[in-house]
């Protein structure tokens, strides 16, 4: 196992939050095209399509509708995958303009509940950080309120 290099504070953010699921479970609602369509967005957008090649090199797209407008779409390509344990992925807003970030999602079994800590770096300003740490903090909330109608 690799030593964890330490993220640059400026340019990446942590987010942690346990939930009331199996790891399994979890890991799959990060995986599934089906789950994600049920909540990978922040509470106020829904997804409008999720597109998944789970496998190293594989890639993925997903576009979070907005309640008016057009859709945010994300996509990226998997660099780890670690069934139930981790998930590495670039990530990238179409058409944004930005460089991809490095998203890092650790699963951290607890006896029935799962412990799931986000690491999201390579952001090209602290602004754009702190955006990201909005919607992710959103996401995983929308994760939680969904979880329990995920079979």
């Not at 953010?13 to 979890?26: Q, S």
């Not at 344990?85 to 807003?93: C, Q």
């Amino acid at each position: 196992m690799r030593p964890a290099a330490r993220p640059d504070p400026d340019t990446s953010l942590t987010v942690r939050r346990t939930f009331a699921a199996a790891r399994e479970r979890v890991f799959r609602a990060w995986t599934d095209p089906a789950a994600l369509r049920g909540w990978y967005c922040p509470l106020e957008l829904s997804v409008a399509a999720a597109e998944v090649d789970l496998r190293v090199g594989g890639a993925y797209r997903i576009a979070m509708q907005p309640p008016q407008g057009d859709p945010h779409v994300v996509v990226g390509t998997y660099r780890e995958i670690a069934p139930p344990e981790r998930l590495v992925f670039t990530w990238r807003w179409e058409g944004g303009g930005m460089e991809d970030t490095l998203v890092t999602v650790e699963f951290h079994d607890l006896g029935g509940r799962t412990e799931v800590v986000l690491v999201h770096e390579l952001f090209p300003a602290p602004e754009a950080r702190d955006l990201h740490l909005q919607g992710w903090t959103s996401c995983l909330e929308h994760l939680a309120a969904w979880l329990p109608t995920f079979a």
